[in-house]
């Protein structure tokens, strides 16, 4: 990892290139550097910090952020004394480790590199288009990212809410949204994406410090197009936060408070005062977009982000040039997660060749021994997790409390435990006292525990030496208006982790064999795309298609948004993998039955029609699921009912026909039509899009056709944007509808009638259309079937349900099984690609590799105490135990890589001879006991 470097040229071509770098010097060395802050401490020059927007004071000696790598500090040659004025250099001598050297020179190199992935992030909108909103002028008007530096541990309240002004902490506050987004004023047409449900995540933190704090957010649409996101919303809603649809021309002083001016859809002029107003600026591109596209090539669109095209979402217009994130156009985490893995798989591909050279392996020092006779000493750290924790409970009291317990030989508290200078702390410390079980007492085992595990190996510990203690999840966050009791049962969970930790054994790690071989679930775009990307890293696929032919719903669309033939991609696409050696298509296929586990999957796959149907086993290491999904037809708006009322995607057939009238002199087109609350509970993303595609097709065919759009909220995100516009600009006009007050769509007279309530007019209108056309949702196809075969979780709306949405959003939760496409959940095509060579590259990863870790946090029999009764072999849900001879008797034993440590066996083994590595009777009932202590500690208070 290079940091302070500058991309300065490229040359050569894919496989072959040349970079220059120019690497600024840092004038510390991060190797020496030890993070200890006495530098930043005596340095007497305070400067503006960007990453703060002047929220707070920094020194020119700095790390940018409590989490930042590398957790070493650097000197801002632009506000350093000695740099700018050679004077000073009070931090040399200060420097207990010699880290600092003013010596350091820029340094050019030359990087032999085959591939080039571009991910800068997104720059900041410029403050002048603020200054309607009297941002600059008055201290409580303040932008989401201070904002959400105002809510953190080391901001400059600490956490704590207040105005800038005068300290109090506000009672009335506003989020003004799309500012510097959806604004041709700036030239910023686009939407930004992530602004609304970000405003509705820090309007629910901001709850959770003051329930009583009044919180509007003012928008023109609502969205929160992703995966349950809407949810955030209804959630947001019902604790009180309001949401009115509005355009705030400006924002004034108005005493010590601050006066909104705003108009309605209804055309009122309103105007509401509030103690601070928070403005949801847009992402924009990064500021040196046009140097980064002049050094490598790639073209940008006409707001100065990478142009790329929707069947190849992350290939720049330079081959062998890759973009990820939101250089490629505004998202949010979880998509730009996704990007990064796909990115990754087609730079994969390009180094295919070079695979294996040049790598250098991981060592960690040898493992200390740790025996049940050693002496048990155990280190708990607790941490306040900026102030996720410690806004409630009180870390110090806790971390003291664990110091008094048995066995516990040093505690502590931390920032951030997660932090890589946390990390060296761990290290230090387990050395210094020679800790031989660590407890980590902060937020979530599911996100943080291999962190934390990888860090004991570092220090040559056994990973499995250590608990974590949830008094985020458990504590802090469901007990945010009790600090008292959550600081208690903070105490509980510690003493329970320790006393768990005092019968914490090593347990041994184990690798099993991969067979070199993918197995893809599904044949439309997302299982074709996922096909051709493992292939292309040189390992074989069996892809299963359940129809007689590959193509899924690619072959039900025409056109995209921005005018792509699909019919010509999907022949392309279609004729590379048939044409691919190492992708075998099987159609009319389904899959009957799996077992095994990561690197060792057996299938048996049914293929064929009527008496003609025959099963094949196949070996394979990996699964891709990419089911597809189907449109929803509601039983609504006579639809099925009325040959003039049809889906958008049956209209989207007829516009791409030859018939004369096609394209309708009047059309009535209805949003969420079944969806939001209706039959669907969940925004599908792609209607508006598809909704925006046809009526810009119908004003290219007929442009006197009228059409009226009936919408809740129009979520034309990113730059469909622009078609939003465009529509507005060719006369379509659009209505709001509220869910309680839906359309209705009816026959009188043999005409075909729509009445709705207009909210501009203020009243109800009929009208008789020549065609209605439905925006409906999108369905999940077969999970429920497959989600029971394979064993993996979906969610209420019965999409597959990824291992973490925002750090494993390919991953499922039953190991080397990956997902992508519509089985995740509704998404345009150009994502669904993206996510299919996301969930290839994870496939890749054990394929590469050649083998897989198997967690030790799995069952083990005791064929001592074992009776032979196959109970465990019967409730097993994923086969991982078998009956084995054992001398003259038959004996239960685990498939270690099968085991997902469910810990069912164990629960109903009669004889007890099930014991779970890291949840053994005796570390149970141990906790259960340390549980119990808390009545004596009380009795002895009383």
């Given at each position: 990892?290079?940091?302070?470097?500058?991309?300065?040229?490229l040359?050569?071509?894919?496989?072959?290139?040349?970079?220059?770098?120019?690497?600024?010097?840092?004038?510390?060395?991060?190797?020496?550097?030890t993070?200890?802050?006495?530098?930043?401490?005596?340095?007497?020059?305070?400067?503006?910090?960007?990453?703060?927007e002047?929220?707070?004071q920094?020194?020119?000696?700095?790390?940018?952020?409590?989490?930042?790598?590398?957790?070493?500090y650097?000197?801002?040659?632009?506000?350093?004394?000695?740099?700018?004025?050679?004077?000073?250099?009070?931090?040399?001598?200060?420097?207990?480790?010699?880290?600092?050297?003013?010596?350091?020179?820029?340094?050019?190199?030359?990087?032999?590199?085959?591939?080039?992935?571009l991910?800068?992030?997104?720059?900041?909108?410029?403050?002048?288009?603020?200054?309607?909103?009297?941002?600059?002028?008055?201290p409580?008007?303040?932008?989401?990212?201070e904002?959400?530096?105002?809510?953190?541990?080391?901001?400059?309240?600490?956490g704590?809410i207040?105005c800038?002004?005068?300290?109090?902490?506000?009672?009335?506050?506003?989020?003004?949204q799309?500012?510097?987004?959806?604004?041709?004023?700036?030239?910023?047409?686009y939407?930004?994406?992530?602004?609304?449900?970000?405003?509705?995540k820090?309007?629910?933190?901001t709850?959770?410090?003051?329930?009583?704090?009044?919180?509007?957010?003012?928008?023109m649409?609502?969205?929160?197009?992703?995966?349950?996101?809407?949810?955030?919303?209804e959630?947001?809603?019902?604790?009180?936060?309001?949401?009115?649809?509005?355009r705030v021309?400006?924002?004034?002083?108005?005493?010590?408070?601050?006066?909104?001016?705003y108009?309605?859809?209804?055309?009122q002029?309103?105007?509401?005062?509030?103690?601070?107003?928070?403005?949801?600026?847009?992402l924009?591109?990064?500021?040196?977009?046009?140097?980064?596209?002049?050094?490598?090539?790639?073209?940008?669109?006409?707001?100065?982000?990478?142009?790329?095209?929707?069947f190849?979402?992350?290939?720049?217009?330079?081959?062998?040039?890759?973009?990820?994130?939101?250089?490629?156009?505004?998202?949010?985490i979880?998509?730009?997660?996704t990007?990064?893995?796909?990115?990754?798989a087609?730079?994969?591909?390009?180094?295919?060749?070079?695979?294996?050279?040049?790598?250098v392996?991981?060592?960690?020092?040898?493992?200390?021994?740790?025996?049940?006779?050693?002496?048990?000493?155990?280190?708990?750290?607790?941490?306040?997790?900026?102030?996720?924790?410690?806004?409630?409970?009180?870390?110090?009291?806790?971390?003291?409390?664990?110091?008094?317990?048995?066995n516990?030989?040093y505690?502590?508290?931390?920032?951030?435990?997660?932090?890589?200078?946390?990390?060296?702390?761990?290290?230090?410390k387990?050395?210094?006292?020679?800790?031989?079980r660590?407890?980590i007492?902060a937020?979530?085992?599911?996100?943080?525990?291999?962190?934390?595990?990888?860090?004991?190996?570092?220090?040559?510990?056994?990973?499995?030496?250590?608990?974590?203690?949830?008094?985020?999840?458990?504590?802090?966050?469901?007990?945010?208006?009790?600090?008292?009791?959550?600081?208690?049962?903070?105490?509980?969970?510690v003493?329970?982790?320790?006393?768990?930790?005092?019968?914490?054994?090593?347990?041994?790690?184990?690798?099993?064999?991969?067979?070199?071989?993918?197995?893809?679930?599904g044949?439309?775009?997302?299982?074709?795309?996922?096909?051709?990307?493992?292939?292309?890293?040189?390992?074989?696929?069996?892809l299963?298609?359940k129809?007689?032919?590959?193509?899924?719903?690619?072959?039900?669309?025409?056109?995209?948004?921005?005018?792509?033939?699909?019919?010509k991609?999907?022949?392309?696409?279609?004729d590379?993998?048939k044409?691919a050696?190492?992708?075998?298509?099987?159609?009319?296929?389904?899959?009957?039955?799996?077992?095994g586990?990561?690197?060792?999957?057996?299938s048996?796959?049914?293929?064929?029609?009527?008496?003609?149907?025959?099963?094949?086993?196949?070996?394979?290491?990996?699964?891709?699921?990419a089911?597809?999904?189907h449109?929803?037809?509601p039983?609504?708006?006579?639809l099925?009912?009325?040959?003039?009322?049809?889906?958008?995607?049956?209209?989207?057939?007829?516009?791409?026909?030859?018939?004369?009238?096609?394209?309708?002199?009047?059309?009535?087109?209805?949003?969420?039509?079944?969806?939001?609350?209706?039959d669907?509970?969940?925004c599908?993303?792609?209607?508006?899009?598809?909704?925006?595609?046809?009526?810009?097709?119908?004003?290219?065919?007929?442009p006197?056709?009228?059409?009226?759009?009936?919408?809740?909220?129009m979520?034309?995100?990113?730059?469909?944007?622009?078609?939003?516009?465009?529509?507005?600009?060719?006369?379509?006009?659009?209505?709001?509808?509220?869910?309680?007050n839906?359309?209705e769509?009816?026959?009188?007279?043999?005409?075909?009638?729509v009445?709705?309530f207009?909210?501009i007019?203020?009243?109800?209108?009929?009208?008789?259309?020549?065609?209605?056309?439905?925006?409906?949702?999108?369905?999940p196809?077969?999970?429920?079937?497959?989600?029971?075969?394979?064993k993996?979780?979906?969610t209420?709306?019965?999409?597959?349900?990824?291992?973490h949405v925002?750090?494993?959003?390919?991953?499922m939760?039953?190991e080397?099984?990956?997902?992508?496409?519509?089985?995740?959940?509704?998404?345009p095509?150009?994502?669904?690609?993206?996510?299919a060579?996301?969930?290839?590259?994870?496939?890749?990863?054990?394929?590469v590799?050649?083998?897989?870790?198997?967690?030790?946090?799995?069952?083990?029999?005791?064929?001592?105490?074992?009776?032979?009764?196959?109970?465990?072999?019967s409730?097993?849900?994923?086969g991982?135990l078998?009956?084995?001879?054992v001398?003259?008797?038959?004996?239960?034993?685990?498939?270690?890589?099968?085991?997902?440590?469910?810990?069912?066996?164990?629960?109903?083994?009669?004889?007890?001879?099930?014991?779970?590595?890291?949840?053994?009777?005796e570390?149970?009932?141990?906790?259960?006991?340390?549980?119990?202590?808390?009545?004596?500690?009380?009795?002895?208070?009383?």
């Amino acid at each position: 990892m290079l940091t302070n470097a500058d991309f300065l040229a490229l040359d050569g071509e894919p496989g072959k290139f040349q970079a220059k770098i120019n690497m600024r010097p840092r004038y510390i060395d991060a190797d020496a550097c030890t993070a200890c802050g006495l530098c930043t401490q005596y340095c007497p020059r305070h400067q503006s910090d960007e990453y703060n927007e002047g929220l707070a004071q920094t020194r020119p000696i700095h790390i940018d952020y409590a989490q930042a790598v590398p957790a070493t500090y650097y000197i801002d040659p632009a506000s350093c004394l000695h740099l700018q004025h050679d004077t000073c250099q009070i931090c040399v001598p200060v420097c207990q480790s010699h880290a600092i050297n003013f010596k350091q020179q820029p340094e050019e190199r030359i990087l032999q590199v085959g591939a080039v992935i571009l991910s800068p992030g997104f720059g900041k909108i410029d403050s002048s288009v603020l200054e309607k909103f009297s941002y600059g002028k008055h201290p409580d008007v303040v932008t989401a990212f201070e904002y959400e530096r105002m809510t953190t541990a080391s901001g400059p309240f600490m956490g704590e809410i207040k105005c800038f002004s005068d300290g109090r902490h506000p009672k009335s506050m506003a989020f003004i949204q799309c500012v510097g987004s959806r604004d041709i004023g700036c030239n910023n047409g686009y939407c930004s994406s992530v602004c609304c449900m970000y405003a509705i995540k820090e309007a629910l933190v901001t709850k959770e410090h003051d329930p009583d704090v009044d919180i509007t957010i003012y928008y023109m649409d609502i969205r929160t197009q992703g995966k349950d996101f809407d949810a955030a919303r209804e959630r947001a809603e019902s604790i009180g936060i309001k949401f009115v649809r509005a355009r705030v021309a400006g924002v004034t002083p108005w005493d010590k408070n601050l006066k909104l001016t705003y108009s309605t859809l209804d055309g009122q002029h309103k105007f509401e005062s509030h103690d601070m107003v928070i403005l949801s600026v847009g992402l924009e591109s990064p500021k040196d977009a046009a140097g980064i596209s002049k050094i490598t090539g790639a073209e940008l669109n006409k707001y100065d982000f990478c142009a790329t095209e929707t069947f190849n979402p992350l290939q720049t217009s330079r081959e062998g040039v890759i973009v990820a994130g939101a250089f490629q156009g505004p998202k949010d985490i979880p998509e730009s997660v996704t990007q990064s893995s796909g990115a990754a798989a087609l730079a994969a591909a390009v180094l295919k060749s070079q695979r294996g050279k040049g790598v250098v392996k991981k060592t960690y020092p040898d493992e200390q021994s740790v025996t049940a006779e050693d002496e048990v000493r155990i280190g708990v750290f607790v941490c306040h997790c900026g102030i996720n924790i410690s806004s409630v409970v009180d870390v110090a009291d806790v971390a003291e409390y664990a110091g008094g317990m048995e066995n516990v030989t040093y505690h502590t508290e931390s920032l951030y435990s997660c932090s890589q200078d946390a990390q060296e702390v761990l290290k230090q410390k387990i050395k210094e006292h020679k800790l031989n079980r660590v407890v980590i007492a902060a937020c979530s085992p599911r996100t943080h525990e291999p962190l934390f595990q990888e860090t004991l190996k570092d220090a040559g510990l056994n990973r499995n030496l250590f608990e974590m203690v949830n008094i985020r999840d458990h504590c802090s966050w469901v007990h945010a208006n009790e600090p008292e009791a959550a600081t208690a049962k903070s105490r509980d969970l510690v003493r329970m982790g320790v006393a768990k930790a005092r019968q914490i054994q090593p347990l041994a790690e184990q690798t099993v064999p991969v067979t070199p071989r993918a197995l893809i679930v599904g044949g439309g775009v997302a299982g074709m795309t996922a096909a051709l990307t493992v292939a292309d890293q040189g390992f074989p696929v069996v892809l299963l298609e359940k129809g007689s032919q590959i193509g899924g719903n690619l072959q039900n669309l025409n056109y995209t948004l921005a005018g792509d033939q699909v019919a010509k991609h999907l022949k392309g696409l279609v004729d590379r993998v048939k044409k691919a050696k190492d992708i075998a298509v099987v159609t009319n296929a389904e899959l009957i039955q799996t077992a095994g586990f990561v690197g060792n999957f057996s299938s048996v796959i049914e293929s064929g029609t009527g008496k003609k149907k025959t099963e094949q086993t196949v070996d394979h290491g990996v699964i891709v699921v990419a089911t597809g999904g189907h449109e929803h037809r509601p039983d609504k708006y006579m639809l099925g009912k009325s040959k003039k009322v049809m889906t958008q995607q049956d209209f989207e057939k007829q516009l791409s026909g030859k018939a004369t009238n096609r394209a309708p002199g009047s059309i009535v087109m209805i949003q969420c039509a079944g969806s939001r609350g209706d039959d669907l509970n969940y925004c599908s993303k792609v209607c508006c899009n598809h909704a925006l595609k046809n009526i810009l097709k119908v004003k290219e065919i007929n442009p006197d056709s009228q059409i009226i759009v009936l919408y809740r909220d129009m979520r034309a995100y990113g730059m469909a944007e622009d078609s939003y516009l465009e529509a507005r600009q060719k006369g379509v006009v659009f209505i709001p509808y509220e869910v309680d007050n839906k359309p209705e769509v009816f026959e009188k007279s043999r005409k075909l009638q729509v009445k709705f309530f207009d909210t501009i007019m203020q009243e109800e209108v009929i009208l008789a259309p020549d065609l209605v056309a439905l925006s409906v949702g999108i369905v999940p196809e077969g999970t429920d079937k497959l989600s029971k075969l394979l064993k993996l979780p979906v969610t209420a709306n019965d999409f597959f349900l990824e291992a973490h949405v925002k750090l494993k959003p390919i991953e499922m939760a039953v190991e080397g099984v990956y997902i992508c496409g519509l089985a995740h959940g509704p998404k345009p095509i150009d994502e669904t690609i993206v996510q299919a060579q996301a969930a290839a590259a994870k496939a890749a990863i054990p394929l590469v590799r050649g083998f897989a870790k198997v967690d030790p946090i799995i069952s083990n029999v005791v064929q001592d105490l074992c009776i032979g009764c196959g109970l465990c072999v019967s409730l097993c849900p994923y086969g991982a135990l078998e009956m084995k001879k054992v001398g003259k008797k038959r004996k239960a034993e685990t498939i270690a890589a099968a085991c997902k440590a469910c810990g069912i066996c164990a629960a109903h083994c009669p004889t007890f001879a099930i014991n779970m590595g890291g949840f053994t009777n005796e570390q149970l009932i141990s906790q259960i006991e340390a549980f119990g202590d808390r009545k004596k500690e009380v009795e002895e208070v009383a």
